[in-house]
């Protein structure tokens, strides 16, 4: 598949997660930017949609979360390295307060599968398969008066779980704004 065709079924991918027959498929929005192993720069943009559901509620905090598709670009600035494209959709757990106003703390943990155009990042590293892992930490802050601004922190490691070698896997810090509408 050359390079054209796949940009084209990336963007009918972000465009058919955006008016999926439910009207409401997405109902936020982020952008993230982020570096990593190898000398490799990212920067994405996710659509998400919240789940219904709450967990634990006793006390002050519970358990929630939210479904992410992603679409993202890598950029190896080390020697041998090249651009890749990451598509990804995972559901994230997050751990919230129920505070309703000022600055709402949370914490958020995922694993989810991905996509990538090319498995060599660079001289040094080769992912092994175009089907990864992704896994991810997060923290941050909601604030707005219903919560719609997310400002938050994310440690992402992707790798293929040794289906294939060779599995030499990327770490990526991340910061990320997020709105929700």
């Not at 409401?24 to 490799?40: H, K, L, N, P, Y």
């Not at 905090?61 to 494209?85: C, D, N, P, Q, V």
């Not at 958020?108 to 001289?123: D, L, M, P, R, Y």
Request: charged share 20%; hydrophobic share 40%.
């Amino acid at each position: 598949m050359g390079i054209e065709m796949k940009r084209r079924h990336i963007l009918l991918l972000i465009v058919g997660m955006g008016l999926a027959p439910s009207c409401q498929a997405a109902d936020g929005i982020a952008i993230e930017g982020g570096w990593g192993d190898a000398s490799t720069d990212m920067g994405q943009i996710s659509l998400t949609r919240e789940w219904d559901r709450k967990w634990f509620t006793d006390g002050n905090w519970y358990l929630t979360g939210y479904w992410e598709a992603s679409l993202g670009y890598w950029h190896g600035a080390s020697a041998g390295g090249k651009g890749i494209w990451d598509i990804g959709l995972a559901p994230v757990f997050r751990l919230r307060t129920k505070a309703q106003s000022g600055w709402r703390p949370y914490v958020e943990g995922a694993i989810g599968a991905h996509f990538i155009s090319n498995t060599h990042v660079n001289a040094g590293r080769d992912l092994g398969s175009a089907f990864q892992f992704g896994d991810h930490l997060g923290m941050g802050l909601l604030f707005g008066d219903k919560s719609q601004f997310d400002l938050g922190y994310r440690f992402q490691h992707l790798s293929n779980a040794d289906l294939k070698s060779p599995n030499d896997g990327i770490d990526f810090q991340q910061i990320r704004f997020a709105y929700r509408f």
